[in-house]
């Protein structure tokens, strides 16, 4: 996990309020990304950037935000537009074109 | 989307012996990584291996890939507790990866 600091450990938020995850890297990497994790299943990619001040929707943007206004730093903004929100969240990042990732230690977000 | 699918879901064995487990994905890929996560972590990077590649090993890693079957297999040698986890394949399209749904391990002493 070194490297990557991911705040809130836990978070705990009510049905229609936003909340922002925090993902910050002192790795020097290009590349970002926002990752969320369900009991049982594997890591849904939400958000990435490759480069500051530009980023793509993954594959399950709806209900999300984001932005890359430094290199360091690539916040999540979670939305009351989404529907299912509690779910584990992962960080990570990646050199300018390699593929292999480093996560950070992730964040819980429980909606009560 | 959900490119890589592994099997067993879940695997328990005794300390010191060995440990395999399957991945499976549908397109054509440039590589396959596997990833560690320990339970409410990060996941850790394991191994990588390239499309034009068959076998690789990383101490008591050994990785396999079969692009005829779309297919590769971890094997972890002489497990430890400290192995307990569960195992994830990665397939690599764009940047991007796709995970499977991954194999959780448990390593009884």
């Known amino acids: 996990d070194g490297g990557i600091t991911q705040s809130p450990k836990y978070l705990f938020r009510k049905e229609g309020q936003n909340v922002t995850l925090s993902c910050e890297q002192n790795l020097n990497h290009d590349a970002m990304y926002w990752y969320r994790q369900d009991p049982g299943q594997g890591l849904r990619l939400i958000y990435y950037s490759q480069i500051v001040n530009d980023f793509q929707k993954g594959d399950i943007a709806e209900g999300y935000s984001v932005s890359r206004e430094k290199k360091e730093s690539f916040p999540l903004t979670v939305t009351s537009a989404q529907k299912n929100p509690t779910a584990f969240y992962l960080c990570?990042?990646?050199?300018?074109?390699?593929?292999?990732?480093?996560f950070g230690p992730g964040t819980r977000l429980t909606v009560l | 989307s959900q490119q890589g699918e592994e099997d067993p879901q879940a695997l328990s064995i005794q300390e010191g012996e060995n440990a395999t487990m399957n991945c499976s994905y549908k397109?054509?890929?440039?590589?396959l990584q596997w990833y560690r996560q320990n339970s409410g972590r990060g996941l850790v990077h394991l191994i990588l291996?390239?499309?034009?590649?068959r076998e690789k090993h990383s101490g008591r890693l050994r990785v396999t890939l079969d692009t005829s079957k779309k297919s590769s297999s971890l094997l972890i040698t002489a497990s430890r507790a400290a192995d307990t986890a569960s195992y994830f394949c990665a397939t690599t399209n764009d940047y991007k990866l796709s995970f499977g749904a991954g194999t959780t391990v448990t390593v009884r002493a």
């Open positions: 397109t054509s890929i440039n590589n």
């Open positions: 990570a990042t990646g050199p300018w074109g390699a593929d292999t990732q480093y």
């Open positions: 291996i390239r499309s034009n590649e």
